[in-house]
């Protein structure tokens, strides 16, 4: 297939726009899956993903056209939607020559819409703009239009209307793709040179990476070089994406799309953004375009059956090959023993994996709270990272604390307004702008610290909302807060888990709140259990367990009162030895408790 033929693109979209309905419509235009093969979300390969209704891992299906008699080649490139999978967005785009641009014609731009422009616009891709969902009663194609045109300045005068559900305009779609989207430009008898822009683990194939070749060609039984790792591979075999049946090639040629098999077992050998070139003729320096991902939010994951460590390790190994966005190291807690502190791109993104790792490894997980990087200059002036509040120093080495803050984008109907910006000044939001974008819709741009909305902030802000607003983020850098460690203590002895980092003016109410909610979770022991919030070695908060009453004075059917008196010291005695030896055992809600915390 010539060059000139191929035309690789993306679909971004703000999530549940109908980007993974449409990418069925033209896999069943192009005739790629049977009817009986076909099903809803067919791209959508995880059952978390279709139980949950959303995209988190992008995939790829190679599809075929023919427009005027002549077959086309169309990689296809879906891409998720929710802000936490940004990341694989960007892979996807970097790998792409353009992009569909759909936009639900009875909802408007939404803010993750107008982040994956810029993102596409930043890899210079060309831009079709689609307006999905026009048979809803409720559409408003001109509206939509015109609100594209104010918002991401993106000429709509050629815009695309479709309905991913019933199929209507997916050919004049397709013929739109071939006419506009560039095709792929790369010498082809230059030296291999292919970019990794995903990965994943196969038990029977082992790691396998799906590359996007630039110059020159990858053929089966050649010797690659893949310049990040420093290690040279034989091409065992190669194969085409699809979503029911892989389809094996000989060769993939400059433009293309393909599944490269080196039979590998180490699983760091095949690294997102890295480059394969010919080993014998290789090319100068690798292709650029790929950032280092950065985690947001950290928490600790730690098996709850302590035996289980190595194979959470292993677990996590064979999950960032599927999914290098996130990063893991050992630690240990006093609470819940060996476990890691793993780093994500957001809560959603740290349920995803949690559920993954509990589904695909068989693997039973307990989570701490999330946090995220704290700076701490200490009176020394030395800066170092915390991402764990067990790190921090002694308040008497802290000259200042900073915390990481986004620039957070929502957009949302007018009438919702007051709601938003009482919940943004509750999280200590502050605003940079107010757009009205047309009567009924406003934008708002406000920096609010990153530990605010790493919890719950997302859930309350669709509460506020009755579902209508929509949110996106990007981090802007750090900022001194007046911040403070609140740890909790149970029977006298400090929870490292659940201790967390807080700003000064909240601290007494979070304490209150939290050994509150703690009274309610701990079980009752045969002492009497204090639960305690304290800040260094101030306490700030307290609530009593009152231990189980027992019967001492049972057996005494008679005599005179003092030997019930003595049954009754001599239990009194034993339950002061207990409480001052006595342990207690956490169940896993009160790890839990610290998120549903306001």
């Not at 009754?568 to 839990?592: C, D, T, W, Y």
Request: proline share 4%.
């Amino acid at each position: 297939m010539a060059q000139k033929h191929i035309r690789n693109f993306s679909i971004i979209a703000h999530i549940d726009h109908g980007k993974s309905t449409l990418a069925d419509r033209l896999i069943q235009e192009c005739g790629a899956v049977s009817v009986r093969e076909m099903s809803t979300q067919i791209m959508d390969t995880m059952d978390i993903e279709k139980e949950r209704g959303i995209t988190i891992k992008a995939q790829s299906v190679r599809l075929t056209y023919v427009k005027d008699g002549v077959p086309y080649i169309l990689n296809l490139i879906d891409t998720p939607g929710h802000v936490d999978f940004s990341y694989e967005v960007s892979r996807s785009l970097a790998s792409s020559d353009g992009a569909l641009l759909i936009v639900d014609s009875s909802q408007g731009v939404e803010a993750q819409t107008i982040a994956n422009v810029y993102m596409a616009l930043e890899n210079n891709l060309t831009l079709i703009p689609v307006l999905n969902k026009i048979d809803l009663p409720a559409a408003d194609p001109e509206k939509v239009k015109d609100e594209i045109e104010h918002t991401i300045g993106l000429d709509c005068s050629d815009a695309i209307s479709v309905s991913a559900k019933s199929g209507l305009g997916i050919t004049k779609l397709l013929d739109a793709i071939i006419d506009t989207i560039p095709a792929p430009h790369g010498n082809e008898n230059a030296p291999t040179k292919a970019i990794i822009y995903d990965s994943w683990f196969d038990n029977y194939l082992g790691a396998l990476a799906l590359v996007r070749v630039y110059e020159g060609e990858i053929k089966k039984g050649q010797e690659v070089y893949i310049m990040g790792t420093d290690k040279k591979h034989e091409v065992l075999n190669l194969m085409y994406p699809h979503p029911i049946t892989l389809e094996k090639t000989k060769v993939i040629k400059t433009g293309e799309v393909g599944i490269v098999v080196l039979g590998l077992k180490n699983i760091g050998d095949v690294q997102v953004g890295d480059t394969i070139t010919d080993n014998k003729n290789r090319a100068t320096k690798p292709i650029g375009g790929f950032e280092e991902v950065k985690s947001f939010v950290f928490a600790g994951i730690y098996p709850i059956e302590t035996d289980k460590f190595e194979e959470l390790r292993d677990a996590l190994d064979k999950l960032k090959l599927n999914d290098s966005s996130i990063s893991y190291e050992p630690e240990t807690s006093i609470a819940l023993g060996y476990g890691f502190r793993v780093g994500f791109l957001g809560l959603l993104h740290m349920e995803v994996v949690k559920e993954r790792l509990e589904r695909e490894f068989d693997l039973d997980l307990i989570a701490t709270a999330p946090t995220v990087t704290y700076r701490v200059i200490t009176t020394n002036d030395e800066t170092i990272e915390i991402q764990n509040p067990s790190q921090l120093p002694p308040v008497n080495e802290i000259k200042k604390i900073t915390e990481p803050y986004v620039k957070a984008t929502i957009l949302t109907p007018t009438e919702f307004l007051g709601n938003i910006i009482t919940l943004l000044n509750n999280k200590r939001g502050v605003q940079e702008k107010m757009d009205y974008l047309s009567p009924k819709r406003v934008l708002l741009e406000y920096s609010i610290p990153m530990n605010e909305i790493v919890m719950d902030f997302y859930d309350k802000l669709k509460s506020v909302t009755k579902g209508y607003a929509s949110f996106d983020y990007d981090q802007i850098g750090y900022r001194e807060g007046n911040l403070v460690k609140l740890d909790v203590l149970v029977a006298r002895e400090v929870v490292d888990a659940l201790s967390i980092i807080v700003p000064h003016v909240n601290a007494t109410s979070r304490g209150r709140e939290f050994v509150k909610a703690m009274k309610k979770i701990v079980p009752r022991q045969l002492f009497e259990v204090a639960i305690q919030a304290s800040i260094g070695n101030k306490v700030i908060a307290r609530e009593t367990i009152k231990s189980m009453g027992k019967n001492v004075t049972a057996k005494c059917y008679g005599g005179d009162i003092t030997r019930k008196r003595k049954l009754l010291e001599k239990q009194k005695a034993g339950k002061k030895r207990m409480k001052s030896i006595g342990k207690v055992q956490l169940p896993q809600e009160a790890f839990l408790t610290v998120l549903k915390l306001d």
